[in-house]
């Protein structure tokens, strides 16, 4: 899997990465069709904390799946983005299942 990953207002640390990564690549058990992940980490400063941001976007032939989530914490961030692309991969699989 081709894999992009970006951050935008801060430095990752290597654990946050590896972590992402690990559950990004995780997504190949539910479908083996995942060409590359394009993953953004943003923290968005706002007036009462710092918002962490999780975008993934799976590319997949013929098209493209996309999740967002914001959180107080990166990893839940993740999590909860992975989850959503999940349900998406399952809703394709069952679409193709039906034709």
Do not use: C
């Not at 990953?5 to 946050?16: C, I, K, Y």
């Not at 990166?74 to 992975?82: H, P």
Request: net charge negative.
């Amino acid at each position: 899997m081709k894999w992009d990953f970006q951050t935008v207002g801060f430095s990752a640390t290597d654990e946050l990465v590896d972590y992402t990564r690990e559950k990004t690549e995780g997504l190949l058990k539910f479908w083996d069709q995942i060409v590359g992940a394009e993953v953004y980490l943003k923290l968005v400063q706002d007036d009462k904390n710092n918002t962490k941001v999780a975008e993934i976007k799976l590319n997949i032939p013929g098209n493209d799946i996309y999740a967002e989530s914001q959180t107080e914490s990166f990893e839940k961030s993740v999590n909860e983005s992975i989850e959503k692309l999940k349900g998406q991969i399952r809703k394709i699989k069952t679409k193709m299942n039906q034709h």
